[in-house]
């Protein structure tokens, strides 16, 4: 809540990467952004629980997975995460707390997403060793990185807990939309 999400939480997070969910977790990152003002047509959405419901389909629309997943290209290392190197690439350039950060650490408005796929990442964090997660903030606590570390070491698993309304809320739910479906202008 305090790293991760103040930048992974809004609907234009870096990447398309939402961590405030168990659905934006498994969606993954794309290198699609999310708004382009140079674009000249209509551009495919990209809402969570609308424009696809399973992590197939969102594969196919060009998201790829930032959980652990097992390198085809080499099996033999075992499942590989590229939540797991962002958070250990942040961690080998941590900024000490109340410090200005370099000029050189491209922020702001102004800044090009970097979105790395998994094979792309060694490459990345060669040309780009200070723009670990979480970037430009003072780190995880020892703490922090092991609970992340250990989660994602047994599969970044999410589980999905199915929200039942109690009977007094499913009460007025009905009247809400007995009230919102009515066939008059007011409704």
Known sequence: DSKCAACHGCFDAPCQLKLTSGDGLARGATK????????????????????????????????????PV??????????????????ALGRQHSWPANQRLPDKLPL???????CPTLDEYPAYAKDHPQEGMPLAVTGLSEAEYQTLDTWIAQGAVVET???????????????????????????
């Open 32 to 67: 699609l952004p999310v708004y382009d003002g140079t674009r000249l047509e209509t551009a495919a959405t990209t809402r969570l629980g609308i424009d696809a419901l399973s992590v197939e389909e969102w594969r196919q629309k060009g998201f790829y997975s930032v959980q």
């Open 70 to 87: 097992v390198d085809t290209k080499h099996p033999e290392q075992g499942p590989a995460s590229l939540l797991q190197r962002a958070l």
């Open 108 to 114: 702001g408005f102004t800044r090009k997403n970097q």
């Open 161 to 187: 807990i199915e929200v039942q309304p109690t009977a007094a809320e499913a009460v007025q739910i009905a009247q809400w939309e007995d009230w919102l479906n009515r066939a008059n202008p007011r409704q």
